[in-house]
């Protein structure tokens, strides 16, 4: 067989992952992750069962597929934070520039955030919040602290910044018309740039 015969095919197992991939987090957007069957992904898909399990081996693995392509689109936009210190209205720009990213991945941020919340989490949730964490210390001097051993309230300080971040960064998504999500934004601009100033 020639390499023009098997780029095809790859070409299309690629592109079946990313419907997989695309389906699925909508279903889970749509609906719950834990009530979303392989049965309803494999068929939203347009595609088998047997198909979707050469693929994926369970929701889990789907889920983890998700959160790595998240993380990945993500990166960019933590890049454009100022850092090691930025000033309020320099939050002000960059939190303008992430709800304009999670409005394009509304799906995805939702379904992070709101497993993120659970008492019992999955992995590919949990590696998630490690790589955000880890992508906000690169930026900023306070993460890169709240990071470091014996800085559990400095930890639990930026884990709480973030939460309120993710939340209005998610009814932003919802429905950015709206006056309390517009205010949400701005408690949530409020909240980093108190941790950024070692304002417990």
């Known amino acids: 067989m020639s390499a023009s015969n098997i780029q095809p095919v790859n070409s299309r197992k690629a592109a079946t992952y990313a419907r997989i991939c695309d389906v699925a987090n909508e279903l889970f957007f749509e609906r719950d992750f834990n009530s979303v069957t392989m049965e309803?992904?494999?068929?939203?898909a347009g595609i088998r069962r047997s198909t979707l399990y050469l693929h994926f081996r369970d929701k889990e693995a789907i889920l983890d597929a998700i959160a790595k392509t998240f993380t990945a689109k993500l990166?960019?936009?933590i890049e454009l934070?100022?850092?090691p210190?930025?000033?309020?209205e320099q939050i002000?720009?960059?939190l303008g520039e992430f709800a304009k990213f999670v409005s394009t991945e509304r799906a995805a941020t939702e379904l992070l955030v709101s497993l993120g919340h659970m008492s019992k989490t999955y992995p590919a949730v949990m590696e998630f919040g490690d790589a955000l964490l880890r992508m906000m210390a690169e930026r900023l001097s306070a993460f890169k602290r709240a990071l470091e051993?014996?800085?559990s309230l400095a930890l639990a300080s930026a884990l709480s910044t973030l939460d309120i971040l993710g939340w209005a960064l998610c009814h932003h998504a919802r429905d950015e018309a709206s006056?309390?999500?517009?205010n949400r934004l701005i408690v949530a601009s409020a909240a980093?740039?108190?941790?950024v100033r070692g304002e417990l």
């Open 192 to 195: 980093l740039n108190r941790f």
């Open 40 to 44: 309803e992904i494999a068929k939203a």
């Open 75 to 77: 990166w960019p936009v």
């Open 92 to 94: 002000d720009v960059w």
């Open 179 to 182: 006056e309390l999500s517009k």
């Open 81 to 83: 934070l100022p850092g």
């Open 85 to 88: 210190e930025p000033t309020r």
């Open 149 to 151: 051993p014996r800085e």
